[in-house]
């Protein structure tokens, strides 16, 4: 299980490697393919590697909104080398996990999300959330 200062020091990484904290931006500047299926409104999204090529499926039926933080997530996935097996993202499993590839995928989501930005600069988290494209469901995964 990698640590949360390791995934922390790992998306700094990423972020500044790429240019960018933007998960959809992150995958065009790291040969990460990116696609749409009909995953019906239950999936967000899937990582996978196929043949030593990564992909990552997002729901056709996500808005740009889930499709954002679902890229960011299964960007998680990736850089932490989970593998094939890694569960896929669903409306229903978006709770709060303590240890697991799903905790350090969502902590990598957030940490990206958040590269670079100034906390100081808003009121609320509420506000920063909205700002950043992090949901409200994540707020256990920020410290601040």
């Given at each position: 299980?990698?640590?949360?200062?390791?995934?922390?020091?790992?998306?700094?990484?990423?972020?500044?490697?790429?240019?960018?904290?933007?998960?959809?931006?992150?995958?065009?500047?790291?040969?990460?393919?990116?696609?749409?299926?009909?995953?019906?409104?239950?999936?967000?999204?899937?990582?996978?590697n196929i043949?030593?090529?990564?992909?990552i499926?997002?729901?056709?039926?996500?808005?740009?909104?889930?499709?954002?933080?679902?890229?960011?997530h299964?960007?998680?996935?990736?850089?932490?080398?989970?593998?094939n097996?890694?569960e896929?993202l669903?409306?229903?499993?978006?709770?709060f996990?303590?240890?697991?590839?799903?905790?350090?995928?969502?902590?990598?989501?957030?940490?990206?999300?958040?590269?670079?930005?100034?906390?100081s600069?808003?009121?609320?988290?509420?506000?920063?959330?909205?700002?950043?494209?992090i949901?409200l469901?994540?707020?256990?995964?920020?410290?601040?």
């Amino acid at each position: 299980m990698r640590t949360a200062d390791w995934i922390k020091k790992k998306a700094h990484e990423v972020v500044y490697n790429a240019g960018t904290n933007n998960p959809m931006k992150i995958c065009e500047e790291n040969g990460i393919y990116v696609c749409h299926q009909n995953l019906g409104r239950a999936f967000l999204g899937h990582y996978t590697n196929i043949k030593r090529i990564p992909l990552i499926t997002l729901s056709a039926q996500n808005n740009e909104f889930e499709d954002n933080y679902a890229c960011g997530h299964e960007l998680g996935h990736h850089y932490c080398h989970h593998g094939n097996n890694t569960e896929w993202l669903s409306r229903n499993n978006l709770k709060f996990n303590t240890i697991g590839s799903e905790y350090e995928a969502n902590l990598f989501m957030v940490n990206i999300m958040l590269e670079g930005v100034d906390v100081s600069e808003f009121e609320t988290k509420e506000q920063l959330f909205k700002a950043c494209g992090i949901p409200l469901w994540a707020e256990r995964y920020v410290k601040l």
